[in-house]
């Protein structure tokens, strides 16, 4: 019976019948073979479907081989054969938590080939930035709030998706989708926003920041959080720069780098918002970034409901604006040109550029490749996630597995866009 | 905007530089091949250059490079190298950008690996060799990252056909659409 079992018999039984006193130092040692582990492709803590394989030392990681792939839907080879109106839909899929953020970069891409970087009107590019700072909100929303599930503070996760689905409702009045909103267009956006919308933005924002404050007193000073995320994971400024780490990523680690500031786009000179950039480099660093962005978003959407302008939400140009439906309806030549639109596309000249936003995860940069018809001739996008992911080995080495969770959840990749 | 950068290099490596050019704000620099690793060490090192951020690396097919618009001697022909890589570098300090491109003929679509060098290289030029089929010399872990290893061809090139299918597991239980079936017999 093992309750009545004295100390000395479990002992031997543990040890094979030896006593532990009889045992060599080397027999007493656990085997020192490693050993390789499967984490993924579906794991509950693998955001997407992503497989590392692990070969660890007890519970040390010495090497683990990142495999993406699983979700790739071949967005390159699609929007080759594609116009160039229909790839946005592609785009909403690629990161799929701040779909009009990839909308905007792709809209912007092509614009510069055509030379209407200057000529988008005002309250267009308000519009622009108003529903990208939304996507931003929502991107870092989910990935703290996963983060922070995975990690047993459940209640996090729900408060936040809470925030995130006023948002997505926001977002659906907008667009007409709660998700995929393909939204932005070529010159412009494509309607107008719905009546009301600026109040019931800043009494969202008002809600959210309440959001905020009380996810702040649940993490901030947890101990169970900041052990499990403090000194993870970290990476220095110099191998930050050179394995092409963008975003909150790179500014935990001390690159003070945001292409809103550096590179300056759409109408952000005219906005008043800080960039936080932390020194360490590890998990908490990174979530810290992130609530302090959280919070900036929200200020440039205050200023943005106070400055938006009246006027076109689309560019006055024929080579990129469907005519009003009216005439497409009532005249020949508007609907000859609706046709050519929808069928052949909008024609851009040849020639190739590269455009980069800050995305959710830092530079989201689209390289295309025009020549002269109404289709791509090559799209590639340059995406955050996948040059993040590609520095996991790099972060879950000589970490434990347990680690690897905190690590993945910080570094938010997201598997449509790492996938392509 | 990083004019400079296209001078210095012309300036300080005349004979290793095809060309060099700016497209709506981009300056792009076209090196030889067999030059490539030396430029992009000092592009790197130089404290005027300083490129020490890697921000992309793809490859354009130009097969079936016909531009609208565009006299024909431009037009991709069998004579014409038929891939160009491209890598694209940022400076963290001096904030410029520079595209490097190298020409590669169809026969022998291989160039130095940039990834010693800027390690973010190393995935995305693994891309390229999944997508473009280009291989990429001293490169580390030269594998498939997206695709699986059993996949025949490289589906970005410009003659690998959308439509093709290679499932890595055959459905003999699944019924068959006729008129896909005669769809794939006819490709």
Known sequence: ?420 | MSQKVLDALKATHGGAIDHTESQLGDEIAWVKRESLLAVATWLKNDPAMLFDAPVFATAIDRLDWRPVGVPLVQHWNETKPRFEMAWQLRSQKHRHRVRIKCALPEHDARCPSLSGLWPAFNWQERETFDMYGIHFDGHPDLRRIYLYEEFVGYPLRKDYPKEKRQPLVRRDDLPINPIKAADREHK
């Open chain 1, 1 to 420: 019976m093992a309750a009545t079992r004295d100390i000395t018999s479990l002992k031997q039984l543990v040890l094979g019948r030896k006593d532990v006193q009889d045992l060599t130092d080397e027999e007493a040692e656990l085997p020192p073979d490693l050993m390789t582990i499967n984490m993924g492709p579906s794991h509950p803590a693998m955001h997407g479907t992503v497989r590392i394989v692990l070969t660890v030392d007890g519970e040390k990681i010495v090497k683990g081989d990142v495999q993406p792939g699983y979700l790739h839907r071949c967005f390159e080879k699609e929007s080759e054969h594609a116009t160039y109106t229909q790839v946005f839909p592609y785009t909403d899929r690629l990161n799929y938590v701040s779909p009009m953020l990839n909308n905007v970069g792709w809209a912007m891409a092509v614009e510069k080939l055509m030379g209407l970087t200057t000529s988008i009107p005002r309250r267009a590019e308000y519009i622009r930035v108003i529903v990208g700072e939304i996507s931003r909100i929502t991107d870092h929303l989910t990935c703290i709030g996963a983060s922070a599930m995975e990690l047993g503070a459940f209640s996090v996760f729900l408060f936040f998706l809470k925030a995130r689905e006023w948002l997505y409702e926001l977002l659906e009045k907008v667009s007409g989708a709660r998700l995929t909103h393909s939204y932005v267009r070529i010159g412009g956006v494509v309607k107008d926003l719905p009546e009301g919308f600026g109040d019931e933005l800043s009494y969202n924002l008002d809600q959210i920041e309440k959001v905020i404050v009380e996810v702040e007193g649940l993490l901030n000073a947890n101990k169970i959080f900041r052990d499990r995320m403090a000194g993870i994971g970290a990476i220095s400024k110099e191998d930050a720069i050179a394995t092409g780490c963008v975003g909150p990523i790179a500014r935990s680690a001390g690159v003070d780098y945001d292409v809103r500031k550096d590179y300056p786009y759409s109408v952000y000179p005219e906005l008043e918002f800080d960039v936080p950039v932390a020194s360490t480099g590890d998990c908490l660093d990174r979530y810290l970034v992130r609530m302090e962005e959280l919070k900036q978003s929200i200020r440039i959407l205050r200023q943005c409901i106070q400055q938006i302008p009246g006027g076109a939400i689309m560019v006055d140009d024929p080579r990129v604006a469907l005519p009003p439906k009216r005439d497409t309806y009532n005249t020949i030549e508007s609907m000859i040109r609706h046709f050519k639109h929808i069928v052949d596309g909008i024609k851009v000249p040849a020639g190739e550029a590269y455009t980069f936003i800050e995305g959710g995860n830092g530079e989201l940069g689209f390289y295309v490749a025009a020549d002269g018809t109404g289709r791509p001739y090559k799209a590639y996008v340059r995406s955050p996630s996948f040059v993040h992911l590609s520095t996991a080995e790099r972060l879950i080495t000589g970490h434990f597995i347990a680690d690897v969770v905190p690590i993945f959840g910080m570094i938010n990749m997201i598997g449509g866009e790492c996938d392509k």
